[in-house]
């Protein structure tokens, strides 16, 4: 199926009908000149839906988020970087809607037609000083040509922009869709630390477009890991305008499979991104677990392998200890029998029945030593699988995720603290 997607330039704002800004408010250093607001715009009503974090604290504009997609579709997005907004009360609440009001105000729109974003240190309050009188002018900005710049306004730890945007056809009407992710550390299933905004001009209903989104995150950003922490602000949104001028797609037909097709190409390629990005890691690593009893059990193994520290911190030092890996397939809570796992490295035996494979060490080191390898653990048990998308673990990320607390200083001259 990805053949029949073409990429193409433009990120967010490739799809018809939308228009993007960022501008730099210095959210978390005054001095700070990079872009740090952004704002997504249909010129038109949307279609829309999210997913949201699963951590029990969540931020403020999550809950703000969620509130505004029960009460109908959205139809702009702003966002920021440099304040999670999160662990912050009330007073956070209150921030979360000025900043969705303003945005309202100066498009004429409902104010729970915005969705906001906010990704950076928690427990600060924002410095809505620097934000809430700049909204005009972010509103000012908007193009179709700025997909990039929001793109680049929402990222924190991460070393670059991470978009990507497609046309492909659908009945015969060609359809855009463009996506961009910030995400580097606390980066874990159910979600990741991440935020993900997809613009679309396909025509479908929100409940077709909540389905679709619901399949497609489960199979691409929850299916990633890096250092196994969850955050309190990670959301997907995704907007729908129609613009393409296609018929309305219809849940389960075949336009719908060709656009779901296409969300889940834009959601994966956005995904492994965000490893590939991981905060100081210097591997990429599929991990596939097949000959599962159950769908349940193959996820158990993937995600015990994937996340265990032991297993991370060989593949750092180019070790291939396959003996790690079946201690996490083992402590996975799956049913296995020990006597019938097999594991391989880039399709080269590691351990076969549970035992030492007759592969030379040698081949297998080097393997490991590559930045991009697969791991695939056989259970010989069953016909389920699943797949997983991880990193190792270095001592350059331990070193980067000692201290944050600087941030608070600054905190203190703006008096919020």
């Given at each position: ?5 073409t990429?193409?330039?433009g990120g967010v704002?490739a799809?018809q ?14 001095d ?15 279609a829309?839906?999210?997913?949201f974090?699963?951590n029990?604290v969540?931020a403020?504009?999550?809950?703000l988020?969620?509130?505004?997609l ?8 702003i966002?920021?970087?440099g304040?999670a907004?999160?662990c912050?009360?009330v ?8 900043m ?6 100066a498009?004429?729109?409902?104010t729970?037609?915005?969705g906001?974003?906010s990704t ?7 410095p809505?000083?620097?934000?809430e ?18 793109a ?16 492909f056809e ?6 855009k ?9 606390m ?7 991440m935020?993900?905004?997809i613009?679309t001009d396909?025509?479908?209903?929100s409940?077709?477009l909540?389905k679709?989104t619901?399949?497609?995150v ?6 990633i ?10 959301t997907?949104?995704?907007l729908?305008n ?6 309305s ?9 060709i656009f ?5 190409y ?10 590939r990005d991981?905060?100081r890691?210097?591997k990429?690593?599929?991990v596939?677990?097949k000959?599962?009893r ?6 158990k193994?993937?995600?015990a392998?994937?996340?265990?520290a032991l ?8 070790d ?5 890996i ?6 996975s809570r799956?049913?296995i029998r020990e ?6 490295i ?6 076969l029945?549970?035992l030492?494979a ?6 297998l080191r080097?393997?490991?030593?590559q930045?991009?390898?697969t791991?695939n ?7 389920a ?15 980067f ?17």
């Amino acid at each position: 199926m990805e053949s029949h997607f073409t990429k193409i330039k433009g990120g967010v704002g490739a799809p018809q009908g939308f228009l993007t800004a960022a501008i730099s408010c210095g959210i978390k250093n005054p001095d700070a000149t990079r872009l740090d607001l952004a704002l997504i715009h249909s010129d038109v009503p949307c279609a829309s839906a999210g997913t949201f974090t699963t951590n029990r604290v969540k931020a403020a504009p999550v809950k703000l988020s969620q509130a505004h997609l029960r009460k109908g579709n959205l139809r702009c997005i702003i966002a920021n970087s440099g304040n999670a907004n999160a662990c912050t009360g009330v007073v956070g609440i209150r921030d979360a809607k000025a900043m969705c009001s303003g945005v309202a105000k100066a498009l004429s729109l409902r104010t729970s037609e915005v969705g906001v974003c906010s990704t950076g240190v928690i427990g600060l309050p924002m410095p809505m000083v620097r934000i809430e009188n700049r909204i005009p002018e972010l509103v000012e900005k908007l193009s179709p040509r700025s997909g990039a710049d929001v793109a680049a306004a929402i990222i924190t730890s991460d070393t670059h922009a991470k978009e990507v945007a497609i046309s492909f056809e659908i009945d015969g009407h060609t359809v855009k869709m463009g996506g961009c992710v910030k995400g580097a550390g606390m980066i874990s299933p159910s979600m990741a630390t991440m935020l993900c905004f997809i613009t679309t001009d396909a025509n479908l209903s929100s409940d077709c477009l909540r389905k679709c989104t619901l399949e497609c995150v489960e199979e691409s950003f929850n299916r990633i890991t890096i250092d196994g922490d969850m955050s309190t602000n990670d959301t997907v949104l995704i907007l729908a305008n129609g613009k393409s001028g296609m018929p309305s797609i219809r849940r389960n037909s075949s336009a719908c499979k060709i656009f779901r097709a296409a969300l889940q190409y834009v959601m994966l390629t956005l995904a492994k991104a965000v490893v590939r990005d991981g905060e100081r890691v210097t591997k990429f690593v599929t991990v596939e677990v097949k000959g599962a009893r159950t769908y349940l059990d193959a996820k158990k193994v993937a995600e015990a392998v994937s996340k265990s520290a032991l297993v991370k911190s060989s593949w750092n030092g180019g070790d291939p200890n396959w003996g790690r890996i079946i201690h996490a397939v083992g402590y996975s809570r799956a049913r296995i029998r020990e006597e019938l796992v097999d594991i391989f490295i880039n399709e080269k035996a590691a351990c076969l029945g549970g035992l030492q494979a007759p592969t030379p060490m040698d081949e297998l080191r080097a393997i490991v030593a590559q930045p991009d390898f697969t791991i695939n653990i056989h259970l010989n048990q069953g016909e389920a699988s699943y797949t997983m998308y991880t990193s190792d673990l270095s001592p350059e990320y331990v070193d980067f995720n000692r201290s944050e607390y600087a941030y608070w200083k600054q905190a203190r001259k703006d008096g919020l603290v």
